[in-house]
Nanobody, 121 residues
Framework: QVQLVESGGGLVQAGGSLRLSCAAS????????MGWFRQAPGKEREFVAG????????GYLDSVKGRFTISRDNAKNTVYLQMNSLKPEDTAIYYC??????????????WGQGTQVTVSS
């Protein structure tokens, strides 16, 4: 089992940047593929970015490609989401998730509580 705690959300103007962090408990962090999801008001939760357990493979939602970067530090049990050139449509609650597999495609088993990101125009 792994527990996930997100941080780094907040209010930012359009064009600005934020870096989200997700700290994981336990000593088996490197055995999990990780992902970031988001849910805007009135919309379904969507996949934003994923990273394989080794960090060698990543994937992104088309609308964030070139603006967001997912990374992980297995020594610190932490996954990050660097968000640049933010747009108002990026406003959402962002969730960190872990999957007990090598790759980030498929069902995720563990979820954090979420962190709010608000982008003003």
């Amino acid at each position: 089992q792994v527990q996930l705690v997100e941080s780094g959300g907040g209010l930012v103007q359009a064009g600005g940047s934020l870096r989200l962090s997700c700290a994981a408990s336990g000593r088996t962090f490197s055995s999990y593929a990780m992902g970031w999801f988001r849910q805007a008001p009135g919309k379904e939760r969507e996949f934003v970015a994923g990273i394989s357990r080794s960090g060698g493979g990543t994937g992104y939602l088309d609308s964030v490609k070139g603006r967001f970067t997912i990374s992980r530090d297995n020594a610190k049990n932490t996954v990050y989401l660097q968000m640049n050139s933010l747009k108002p449509e990026d406003t959402a609650i962002y969730y960190c998730a872990a999957r007990s597999a090598a790759f980030y495609v498929g069902r995720f088993d563990y979820w954090g509580q979420g962190t709010q990101v608000t982008v003003s125009s």
